[in-house]
Nanobody, 120 residues
Framework: QVQLVESGGGLVQAGGSLRLSCAPSERRVSIRRMGWYRQAPGKERELVAAITSSGSTNYADSVKGRFTISRDNAKNTVYLQMNSLKPEDTAVYYC??????????????WGQGTQVTVSS
């Protein structure tokens, strides 16, 4: 079963940086649109950033100017570069993608989540 595999979370001090990665577990699946979401304890899951197949991006106001979403189509991977991190960025980050398998069928996948903790 195809999964989205995330990596790059961790513990960082305020003002630091982290880069998250997300890619399908099997190469027969290609990413069309992908979004990064986050969920902090006691809060609803929110969209942080998204990127379309053509490279168009959008961001939550709270991360504009600090986070950058990008994609490497050759590696079939989407990244979230997070700079100037703040304690309020602490959350579990999830990738969500619309994918196409073998150019035949399309469906939506969620990653397993990766913890990002920003200390003050």
């Amino acid at each position: 079963q195809v999964q989205l595999v995330e990596s790059g979370g961790g513990l960082v001090q305020a003002g630091g940086s982290l880069r998250l990665s997300c890619a399908p577990s099997e190469r027969r699946v290609s990413i069309r649109r992908m979004g990064w979401y986050r969920q902090a304890p006691g809060k609803e899951r929110e969209l942080v950033a998204a990127i379309t197949s053509s490279g168009s991006t959008n961001y939550a106001d709270s991360v504009k100017g600090r986070f950058t979403i990008s994609r490497d189509n050759a590696k079939n991977t989407v990244y979230l570069q997070m700079n100037s991190l703040k304690p309020e960025d602490t959350a579990v980050y999830y990738c969500n993608a619309d994918v196409t398998e073998m150019m035949l069928r399309s469906y939506n996948l969620w990653g397993q989540g990766t913890q990002v903790t920003v200390s003050s």
